[in-house]
Nanobody, 130 residues
Framework: QAQLVESGGGLVQPGGSLRLSCAAS???????LGWFRQAPGKEREGVSC??????????YYAEDVKGRFTISRDKAKNTVYLQMNNLKPEDTAVYYC??????????????????????WGQGIQVTVSS
């Protein structure tokens, strides 16, 4: 059964940090995983995606989070993390973990075209406000 469970959201002041976690089902161990967000009145967008193989890891970051957010993965725990530093009010959104059905999906395709995502977590609120 496909399952993605997010945790770690909350309220933080501008300039602060949060780390999001997403626990994935075991069968997703070889699939790329990604973080997406949806702000009120806006479409859901890809934030960062990661794909790992035995000998390499691929990353994608949206332009407005480069240098501030870091995605990582612990395959032993089937968990993907998003470390968010120097948070800004415009980062406020519901953050979702997502995965494709097709394990060969590239991180660019997964993050840029959200239609490749077949499995979604329930979402978690991140609010950046003073």
């Amino acid at each position: 059964q496909a399952q993605l469970v997010e945790s770690g959201g909350g309220l933080v002041q501008p300039g602060g940090s949060l780390r999001l976690s997403c626990a994935a089902s075991a069968f997703m161990a070889n699939s790329p995983l990604g973080w997406f967000r949806q702000a009120p009145g806006k479409e859901r967008e890809g934030v960062s995606c990661i794909s790992t193989s035995d000998d390499s890891t691929s990353y994608y970051y949206a332009e407005d989070v480069k240098g501030r957010f870091t995605i990582s993965r612990d395959k032993a725990k089937n968990t993907v993390y998003l470390q968010m530093n120097n948070l800004k009010p415009e980062d406020t959104a519901v953050y979702y973990c997502g995965a494709p059905h097709f394990p060969m999906t590239t991180v660019q395709a997964l993050c840029v075209t959200t239609s490749w995502v077949n499995y979604w977590g329930q979402g978690i609120q991140v609010t950046v406000s003073s």
